[in-house]
């Protein structure tokens, strides 16, 4: 395959560079975060969560690193709750169909979402002990 054919299946958003790039990735990222925020109650259990407790964790006399330390566990969670999401919303794009490997990604990245909120009680449980 030459270079053309290769792009010629691409985005026509891979072309733009610069700041032109990061704005409009910008409104596709805020775009991301409104579809989430419609179509999946986890985020926005999570979200929640993480609009009590990142105060919450400013407000404790823990140091700096153990304040990152707890805010960064929760902002993971949003993180990998996005990524599942995005997981789940393209096997279901490809089929709606009970098949065992839709099962498996959509599981896989449910079991990702799990270690992440475990991560966020063993930091802030550590942080806090």
Do not use: C
């Not at 304040?67 to 929760?74: D, E, F, K, P, Q």
């Not at 089929?95 to 896989?108: F, G, P, T, V, Y």
């Amino acid at each position: 395959m030459s270079g053309e054919e290769g792009t010629a299946a691409e985005s026509h958003h891979k072309g733009k560079t610069g700041l032109k790039r990061v704005w409009n990735a910008f409104f596709y990222s805020m775009e991301g975060f409104r579809a989430a925020w419609k179509h999946e109650d986890a985020f926005r259990q999570e979200m929640v969560l993480a609009l009590v407790l990142i105060p919450l964790a400013l407000l404790l006399e823990h140091g700096g690193l153990g304040r990152a330390m707890m805010i960064a566990s929760l902002l993971l969670v949003l993180i990998v709750e996005l990524i599942n999401s995005a997981i789940e919303a393209t096997v279901d794009r490809i089929s709606l169909e009970n098949h065992r490997l839709a099962k498996r990604a959509k599981d896989i990245g449910s079991a990702a979402v799990l270690i992440a909120l475990v991560n966020v009680l063993v930091v802030w449980g550590l942080v806090l002990l």
